[in-house]
């Protein structure tokens, strides 16, 4: 116990994964990992902050929190870092005119995106949208253009859901950087800049939290 009272001194935070860590997906629901809803519940009673990061591509951030709440997880949107908004602003700041190659569950994260002649393409964990022609689309975008854009929501080779392992979308965009000679820019997870977003938000220095 010493030992870890001493590993733990100074931090005031903790940053949690959500899918695999807090829950196990399936299609449209989950089910919670064992003591993670009493582990969340703890460490809210307890003088750390506490945020949430994911790079769940597959639903809103509306949608994911609504699931987590039925699940029994206390959570609010506020507390969550999701990769759909961040790209958002991301596209807004730099003038970026997407073509969408992601899930139906979060393509109104994108309402308010301007999708016309594209100059850049945003690749997510699109589930069965990942056909040849939508992946040559993507492809044939990137290649008329000059300087070619790929952002990817996360880079995960697999997950895991109640029915078996689940390939990513990290294997899709490095079909994508191979087949054009690019580098994809990564919002979400193992993006160094997303994790420090999160801390940010929750008003912390990296030595500060777990």
């Not at 629901?29 to 750390?48: N, Y």
């Not at 870092?81 to 602003?89: G, K, N, S, V």
């Not at 040559?136 to 997950?159: C, D, T, W």
Request: charged fraction near 20%.
């Amino acid at each position: 116990m010493a030992a870890w009272g001493q590993r733990l001194a100074g931090v005031r935070g903790v940053l949690l994964d959500v899918s695999g860590v807090l829950f196990d997906g399936a299609e449209g629901s989950g089910v919670p990992i064992a003591g993670s809803v009493e582990a969340v519940a703890r460490l809210k009673r307890s003088r750390l902050k506490v945020r949430f990061c994911t790079n769940e591509s597959q639903k809103s951030l509306g949608d994911l929190v609504r699931l987590l709440q039925q699940l029994g997880f206390d959570i609010s949107e506020g507390e969550v870092t999701a990769p759909a908004p961040a790209t958002c602003l991301i596209l807004k700041e730099r003038g970026l005119r997407p073509y969408l190659l992601i899930h139906d569950g979060i393509r109104s994260e994108f309402d308010q995106i301007d999708t016309s002649n594209p100059n850049c393409v945003v690749i997510a964990d699109a589930g069965e949208s990942f056909s040849y022609q939508n992946m040559n689309k993507a492809f044939q975008v990137l290649m008329e253009l000059e300087n070619p854009v790929l952002i990817s929501l996360g880079k995960g080779r697999y997950y895991k859901e109640t029915s078996g392992l689940m390939l990513d979308v990290g294997a899709y965009v490095k079909a994508l950087e191979y087949a054009c000679g690019i580098e994809a820019e990564v919002v979400g997870k193992p993006s160094p800049e997303y994790f420090k977003s999160a801390l940010q938000e929750m008003g912390l220095e990296a030595h500060q939290f777990v």
